[in-house]
């Protein structure tokens, strides 16, 4: 029966630190890919909101202008139809500055993946440590 020596504490702090340095650069990799993955849905959700923001643009400038004609054609004066118009696109920008400000609250780029998988690797190290074996 050949039995294996006990691994020194230098091979144990050998082990250890080899174990360190992978799971850094796992949990890095991971940080860098939710991170690039959150900055890739981010431009693109702004890409398609200015596009929107355009279309937008282009279709309220059309209907204004309709409304306003209507609205001079039934006997309203230019001024006051100008003003009602006025006053609904400003209740309108409010609408979009309020949910704007609510979905920008709710927006997080804190890569929770990545900070969950962090605190079970150190949890694991740290049974790691009290059990005293090498393996994870």
Not at 15 to 29: H, K, S
Not at 40 to 60: D, K, N, Q, Y
Not at 92 to 115: D, E, G
């Amino acid at each position: 029966m050949n039995e294996q020596p006990a691994p020194s504490l230098s091979e144990n702090v050998k082990t250890f630190a080899n174990q360190i340095g992978t799971l850094a650069r796992l949990d890095l990799a991971m940080l860098k890919a939710e991170t690039t993955s959150h900055i890739r849905s981010f431009l693109l959700t702004g890409l398609l909101v200015a596009i929107a923001f355009l279309c937008g643009l282009f279709a309220l400038a059309f209907l204004s202008v309709a409304a306003f004609f209507e609205m001079v054609s039934t006997g309203l004066q230019p001024t006051m139809a100008a003003a009602a118009i006025a006053v609904f696109f400003f209740c309108l920008a409010l609408l979009v500055a309020s949910i704007a400000i609510y979905r920008s609250r709710r927006a997080s780029f804190t890569p929770v993946r990545t900070i969950n998988q962090m605190r079970g690797d150190l949890q694991a190290l740290k049974a790691s440590l009290a059990g005293g074996t090498n393996g994870l």
